[in-house]
C-alpha cells in the first residue's frame, strides 16, 4: 500500500504515467475509501517520522569545525537531543491518535481531495522542519559565542524537567531535623545550667548548630548527622589558655587548652562561699568545696578531650528522664571518645545528634574543638575548627540568595558523586565556596544550573592540574565582614589542602584518574538520571 502510493505520488509530480503505473492505478481504483485514507494516513504518519529522524540525525552529526566542545557544552546538547526526542514521540502519539478517531468516519468526500492534500502535507512539512533547523542551527552558533544566549536556550521547563524527574534529591526535611535537634539542645542546656551551678566544671553555653545539615544540605540521604558545637567557658576560679602545638602536622593547626587557677581571695563574692584554690589549705578545701577543674577533667595541667567526651554522656544520659521529649522519645548513646554522640528514635523516625564541644577563640568565629582529626590524635589535642565561621557564611549567602537558587543543590549533586571516591566532602564544599564567594548570588538560579555545575567541575580540574586549592577561611581577604577571625588567622598564607599531591606523583595520577570517573559520573546522572 505505502509503495504504491509513494510510485503514484512521484509519477504524478513528474507528469508521467507509464503502464507499470497505470497498471497499478487500475489494480487498485477499486479500494475501499476507508482503506485508502487509511492508507494514506500511514503513509504520512511515516514521512512525518522520517524528516523528523532526518531533523533529529542533522542536529546530531553537524558539529562545529574545529576543537572538541568542551564537556558542559556536550551535555547541553545530548539534554536538548533527548528533549527533542520526547517531542517526537508525543507528536507521532498525537498523530496516531487523530488516526485512530477519524479512521471510522466517512471519508468519500475528503478523497478526492487526498493527492492534493498529500503534497501540500508534506511540502509544508518539508518548510517547517527547514525551518526549525535554520533556527536551531542559528541560535547553536549564538551559543558558540554567548554564554547568555546558551542558558536562554534551555528553557525553564527542561530544567524543571532535569532537576525534578530525573536527579533524585534527598527527601528527609533537614530544617525540621534542624528545629528539633536545637529544641532538644536548649532543654538539655537549661539543665546544664541548673546542675553545675555551683560546681567547677566547665560552664557549657547554647549550642551552635554546624556542619552540613545547619548549612542546609547533606551528601547523604540517609544517616544525616546533626551537629552542634557547644561552647565551653571556664568555671570560677579557673582561666584557659591556648597553646598552638608546634609538634603537630604542618597543615593542621592543633591547640592545647592549659587550665589556670586564679585566686579568688580579693574579689567580691556576695552570696557565695567560695574558697581560693590557691590560698586556702588543701584539707580545708577537700572537705568544704569541691574539686578544682584540675582534678577531674585535665591530664596534667591540661583539658582532656576523652574525660570531658565521658562527663558529657554522663550528663546526656543523667538529664534524659527529666526533658519533655523522653515521653515520646527513646534515646540511645552511640560510642565515640572525642565527643557525645546519640540517637533518638520514636519508633518512626530517627536523628543522629553529635555533641561536640570547644573553646573560642577570643571573640571570634574560630573555635578549638573535640573533633575527631587524624588517627591516634592525642586526648590532649584540640583541632581548631572553622565549622561555625563556614556556617555563618551559608547562613549569610541564604539570605542574599533569590528563593529559586540552586547553589545547595550544585553542592549536594557533588559531595554525592564525590562518595566512594579519594575525594572529600570537604573538598568539594570548599571548592562551592569560593566560587559562592566570587559569582554573585543572582547568577545560582534554576536557569543557571548547568553553567554552575561546568564552573565547580572546571575549578575541580583546574585545583587537580595546579596541585593547589586554597582553605576558604585560612588567610581569606574576601570573606563577609560578619565573619571575625583572630588577627593570625586573617593574615595567615592559606594552606593547601592539595599538597600531598605535590608530594606524591602517584597520588595525583590517582588523583586525576578518579576526577575523570567523576566527570563521566556527572554527565550520566544529567543524562540519565540517578
Partial sequence: MKIIQLDY???????????????????????????????????????????FMLLESLIQYVQPVGDVLDEEKHVRMELREKRLERKRIRLEQQVEQITLKKSGGVWGDLLCFALPWQVWAVAGLVILLLGLYFSWKKRNDEAENSSEGD???????????????RIQWPVQDLQRGCERTIDLMDNYTVYFGHILANSFYPVLHRAIGVGSAFEGWS???????????????????????????????RHVRNFRVRV???????????????????????????????PSLLDTLCTGSYLDVQKTAR?????????????PQSHNWHLVLLPSTRSCQFKVTNGRESFRIEMLFGVRRGDSDIFVSSQPGYAGTPRMLWLETYDVAEMKFFKLIAGQAPPDSLHLRCLQLFSRLQLGTGFSTYTMKTIVMHLLNTTPVSRWRRRDFLRRLGDINVNLRRCLEEKCLKHFIIGNKRLPQEISLPLDIASAEPPNLFHHLAWYPAAHSQAMSEYRDLRRRLASVLLNGC
Fill in 9 to 51: 505520488f512521484l509519477s504524478s509530480s513528474e507528469g508521467k504515467m507509464d503502464d507499470k503505473n497505470m497498471k497499478l492505478m487500475e489494480d487498485h481504483e477499486n479500494f475501499d475509501i476507508d482503506d485508502s485514507y487509511s492508507g494514506l494516513i500511514v503513509w504520512t504518519m511515516d514521512a512525518i517520522t522520517f524528516f
Fill in 151 to 165: 542558558e536562554d536556550y534551555f528553557s525553564n521547563s527542561d530544567l524543571r524537567w532535569l532537576l525534578d524527574e
Fill in 219 to 249: 551528601p547523604r540521604e540517609q544517616d544525616v548527622v546533626y551537629r552542634v558545637l557547644i561552647p565551653m567557658t571556664p568555671p570560677r576560679g579557673h582561666s584557659f589558655h591556648l597553646e598552638l602545638d608546634s609538634a603537630g602536622q
Fill in 260 to 290: 589556670q587557677l586564679e585566686c579568688t581571695c580579693r574579689r567580691e563574692q556576695p552570696a557565695e562561699d567560695m574558697l581560693c584554690f590557691l590560698h586556702h589549705p588543701e584539707e580545708e578545701l577537700r572537705r568544704n568545696q569541691g
Fill in 311 to 323: 562527663w558529657f554522656y554522663q550528663l546526656v544520659r543523667a538529664i534524659w528522664p527529666a526533658l
